[in-house]
Structure formats: C-alpha cells, structure tokens
T-cell receptor, first 113, second 113 residues
Framework: DAKTTQPNSMESNEEEPVHLPCNHS???????IHWYRQLPSQGPEYVIH???SNVNNRMASLAIAEDRKSSTLILHRATLRDAAVYYC??????????????FGKGTKLSVKP | EAQVTQNPRYLITVTGKKLTVTCSQN?????MSWYRQDPGLGLRQIYY???????DKGDVPEGYKVSRKEKRNFPLILESPSPNQTSLYFC????????????FGSGTRLTVV
C-alpha cells in the first residue's frame, strides 16, 4: 500500500491558519488523497479529498503539489474544536485493495487559546 | 440521517465467550471495513468488504471473522475472545464512487477479562 509521512504533532494558536503537511512520494496516478480527523473519544471524521486540483469545502482546503508527491491540509482559522489527530491517507482507485483506507499515525494538532 | 450504527457501544465479556459486534449502514454503500484502535498503535484494519459476499483480510485479522450477506450489515465476530482483543473498534462504510469519503461509526469499546 502507498504510504504517507506526516509530522507527529503540531501546535497552533486559536484563530490562526494551520497548514498540515503530508508527503506521499510513492503515490500512483489514480490514488486519491484523503484527509480524516479524529477528535478525542470519537470515530474518525472525513475532512476532504482530492486527486490533482486544489479543493475547498466548508471544513478545510486541500492544496496538492503539481507532482502530487505532497499535499497540505489548510484550516483557515483554527478553533479549539479543531484539536484532533489528522490523518492523510491514499485511497487506491484500482486493483486488489480498491477503495480501501489504510491509516498511518497521523498528526496530533494542539490549538492554544 | 445517513449513519453507520454499531452495537453495543460498550461490552465487557469473559475469555472464550463468543460475541458479535453489529454494524449497519443506511447509505447503500458498497465498501465496509472494521478497524481496531489501541494506544500507540493507531487504527489498524481488521477486515474489509468491497460488496456483498466479498470480504478480505486487513492487517490484523487473526481471531476475527466477518460476513457480508446483506449490503447494509457487516458484523464482526469473535469466536473465542482473548484479553489481547480488548480494544476500541470502529466500523466504516463508503460508496464505490470516489467523490465520497468514508463514514465511521461511534465505536465499540470491548473489554475481555
């Protein structure tokens, strides 16, 4: 399975933007980049995903490098409720593990008031 | 409301007593998965299913069984639970179509004594 690399932890101040990086140098042309987050004592929650172009939704923005070997999840104004573990995952589109979702260790985001 | 429902939320059982954790989704999703989460080890996949009657092993399938007789249900069976299966379990589902992410259940905290 294609692997991703994320920093173990990051800190942010409330109401400031947060840029969470992810490296995926072995990504294949048909792998989608997915981001999930897990708040304390809850199940993972879908945040955003994309293939090649940058994506925006109500929760966040996803910036994808031109060569697709890295991406950045952007929270435009961090709130205390955004404190969570953020996972960057490559979702395979074709092949034996099509559609499967394999989690790495993720980045633990702390938000300071 | 679109959701993944797991039952029970909490369960304490004894070693060797067969148990089933149920998972049901109301979104007509093709893909379903089971994960376990342990401190320091993150989310590890137990089994996944790409559609009815199609299941495959994840990273940690030993001691678990699954079945997918209907599209909406994906029960996790522990034939002879052992203390090392004490964990937090999550079920998840997704459409085959790539524009959607996975939806996770609220989790089942299992303790085997």
């Amino acid at each position: 399975d294609a692997k991703t690399t994320q920093p173990n932890s990051m800190e942010s101040n409330e109401e400031e933007p947060v840029h969470l990086p992810c490296n995926h140098s072995t990504i294949s042309g048909t792998d989608y980049i997915h981001w999930y987050r897990q708040l304390p004592s809850q199940g993972p929650e879908y945040v955003i995903h994309g293939l090649t172009s940058n994506v925006n939704n109500r929760m966040a923005s996803l910036a994808i490098a031109e060569d697709r070997k890295s991406s950045t999840l952007i929270l435009h104004r961090a709130t205390l409720r955004d404190a969570a573990v953020y996972y960057c995952i490559l979702r395979v589109l074709y092949g034996g593990s099509q559609g499967n979702l394999i989690f790495g260790k993720g980045t633990k985001l702390s938000v300071k008031p | 409301e679109a959701q993944v429902t797991q039952n029970p939320r909490y369960l304490i059982t004894v070693t060797g007593k067969k148990l089933t954790v149920t998972c049901s989704q109301n979104m007509n999703h093709e893909y379903m998965s089971w994960y376990r989460q342990d401190p320091g080890l993150g989310l590890r996949q137990i089994y996944y299913s790409m559609n009815v009657e199609v299941t495959d092993k994840g990273d940690v399938p030993e001691g678990y069984k699954v079945s997918r007789k209907e599209k909406r249900n994906f029960p996790l069976i522990l034939e002879s639970p052992s203390p090392n299966q004490t964990s937090l379990y999550f079920c998840a589902s997704s459409s085959r179509e790539e524009r959607y992410g996975y939806t996770f259940g609220s989790g089942t905290r299992l303790t085997v004594v």
